[in-house]
């Protein structure tokens, strides 16, 4: 079965500084993994994804993720954080391509950005 | 082009009520996935479906729940007897019918309130 680990429920980091959310997943298959961001009252937007190609994947907004095999992960990272940055974020793996394409997420990080 | 649309984007039902929920996916698009978040998880999936044909709905409570994508006209998601705990947003998302298959796009939500 596949599923997504989101390490930390929430994230405070200081504007300007880098940040990481982390996102652990298993899959008996080579997944696809992609990060969304879903502002308060908002819908989801993707940010980036992955789909066995490039293993360092850049997105909008300056985030990008690498998928490490050897450690199951998928982190999002971004080198300067900024006071729009402030969502939650999640981490989602799809199923494996049986029919259907549903998404598997992860509980979600909230980040907060500090002044 | 337009994104994925979802109407109404509140409703409050009371107890005992139907609440019908409408989302229309973007142009070409001909796949439907229905998700529903409770306060403070991650979003669940419910059902997949394609114009006509539901084929995943694994997700979906066995009773009072039912989702349609007809031919013509929005995607709809309906909750028949509404109880408390339906209480929830209800994310629509949609993708294309080839290549790119599998990155979904998000409507903005309907969110359910119910007395």
């Known amino acids: 079965a596949q599923s997504v680990t989101q390490l930390d429920s929430h994230v405070s980091v200081s504007e300007g500084t880098p940040v990481l959310l982390r996102c652990n997943y298993s899959?008996?298959?080579?997944?696809?993994l992609f990060w969304y961001v879903q502002h308060p009252n908002k819908g989801l937007q993707l940010l980036l994804k992955y789909t066995s190609a490039a293993t360092l994947v850049k997105g909008i907004n300056g985030f990008e993720a690498e998928f490490k095999k050897s450690e199951t992960s998928f982190h999002l990272t971004k080198p300067s954080a900024h006071m729009s940055d402030a969502a939650e974020y999640f981490c989602v793996v799809r199923s494996p391509p049986s029919g259907t394409y549903k998404y598997i997420f992860g509980t979600g990080t909230r980040l907060k950005v500090l002044a | 082009n337009a994104g994925v649309m979802q109407n109404p984007r509140h409703l409050v039902r009371r107890r005992g009520q139907e609440a019908r929920l409408r989302c229309s996916p973007m142009k070409g698009h001909s796949h439907v996935y229905w998700y529903r978040q409770l306060p403070e998880e991650g979003l669940k999936f419910m059902v997949y479906?394609?114009?006509?044909?539901?084929?995943?709905e694994s997700g979906m409570p066995k009773e009072r729940f039912s989702a349609e994508f007809p031919k013509e006209g929005p995607s709809i998601l309906r909750i028949q007897q509404v109880v408390r705990g339906d209480s929830a947003a209800y994310f629509c998302?949609?993708?294309?019918?080839?290549?790119?298959?599998?990155?979904?796009?998000f409507g903005p939500g309907t969110r359910l309130l119910v007395l």
């Open positions: 998302a949609s993708s294309p019918p080839l290549a790119d298959q599998e990155t979904q796009y």
């Open positions: 479906l394609q114009k006509e044909n539901i084929i995943d």
């Open positions: 899959s008996s298959y080579s997944p696809s």
